[in-house]
């Protein structure tokens, strides 16, 4: 067991550190970054006492070396637009991405994972029917798309649901739903496949022919095993779930991560931009550890193979 989370543990260190190498030279690749900072008009002698003071004139390898020094201090350098430091900007804006993330993937469980059971234990049902029109509905319609629609319905139409901002439950609820979609369609139509397999599978038929309840079968023996793909599918959806924060938070007025991103990248604030992608690569990798543990704990052969 140490040696499989040891491995994980370096393989999670490996992934971010190539974030950091990613997201460090693609800022830099269409040149000098002082042309992102400085307006035209700047003049030669402007621009050079620029580069020194950011550290331009260096080589990328020495500039990367020192980014990478203070990353690991939590020093992502200053925000040019808001003269604060890039990661405490970042961190400030973590909890409510985190709020509406979570709210969409609770939102999806609660509806995909009832669904995907009933449709698998009742094929061809009503219940069947619905899930597989929540998938189709879900898989169908781009965030971007559905977001406006809720708003026009209700917050236009009929206005009974707040169109932007952050504040109680209330704020929420749209966002939520737009975000939720996606990842309610997929998990339903994993879950639902996954168990039917399993239901199908010797030994449950077994567990059958002792006795055992219907009820029994599905929570105690077929839901375990049928879990483990679909936690894989899960791990996956909170990454998505943060990268469409992006696009949702604009939308919604939301102050979370996502929208400073797109903010620092209108502003062509680079350090925020290096800290949002880097934190953001953090969180999702140490689900997916957190994952890891969670299937060895499930399927004990994970464990022998280390």
Partial sequence: MAAFIAGRVLYALGVVFGVS???FFLVRIGGDPSALFLPPETSVAEIARFRTLMGFDRPLLVQYWDFITDALQGDFGRSLRYQQPAMQLVLERVPATLELSGAALLLSLVIAVPLAILGAV???SIFDRLGLLVSL?????PAFWLAIMLILLFSEVWPVLPPSGRGGLRNLVLPATALAAYSTAIITRLLRSSLIEVLSSDYVRTARGKGLSETAIVYGHALRN????TLTVIGLQVGALLGGAVITEEIFAYPGIG???IQSITNRDFTVVQA???LTAVLIVSINLTLDLVYA???PRLRRRH
Wanted: glycine content about 8%.
């Fill in 122 to 124: 009742h094929r061809g």
């Fill in 21 to 23: 190498v990613a997201v």
């Fill in 259 to 261: 929208r400073l991103a």
């Fill in 297 to 299: 704990a499930l399927d």
């Fill in 276 to 278: 949002f992608v880097v």
């Fill in 226 to 229: 049928a879990a483990i793909p």
């Fill in 137 to 141: 509905f879900g898989q169908s319609f």
